[in-house]
């Protein structure tokens, strides 16, 4: 069954860095593109990074360019999300997804075109 686990969420202050992990199972990650998306309360969930399959494109929206680093680990079937300089206005629940577009494609941070979700892990960012 194919299944994807992210961890690394917590509470951290202004300024902080995390690390999230999302572990994939029941498929080969490296065949998928890796998108993150998170929610914050009230809001819509909103596409925030991705890294494609084959080539490794990354694309990034503008609020996280710079102080988040999207990567993945093929050969452990991993993703993961490196948050810097965190803001306030980064809390919300985070979410890692998969998506079987043709390899090498460009990615996309539309939610519609991916596959597979995580649960989700909480980033708190407050003083």
């Known amino acids: 069954q194919a299944q994807l686990v992210e961890s690394g969420g917590a509470l951290v202050q202004p300024g902080g860095s995390l690390r999230l992990s999302c572990a994939a199972s029941?498929?080969?990650?490296?065949?998928?593109?890796v998108g993150w998306f998170r929610q914050a309360p009230g809001k819509e969930r909103e596409g925030i990074s991705c890294?494609?399959?084959?080539?490794?494109?990354?694309y990034y929206v503008d609020s996280v360019k710079g102080r988040f680093t999207i990567s993945r680990d093929n050969a452990e079937n991993m993703a993961y999300l490196q948050l810097d300089s965190l803001k306030p206005e980064d809390t919300a629940i985070y979410y890692c997804?998969?998506?079987?577009?043709?390899?090498?494609?460009?990615?996309?941070?539309?939610?519609?075109?991916?596959?597979?979700w995580g649960q989700g892990t909480l980033v708190t960012v407050s003083s």
């Open positions: 997804a998969a998506d079987n577009g043709p390899m090498g494609f460009p990615c996309t941070v539309s939610p519609d075109t991916y596959n597979y």
């Open positions: 029941g498929f080969t990650l490296g065949y998928y593109a």
């Open positions: 890294i494609s399959n084959g080539n490794g494109r990354i």
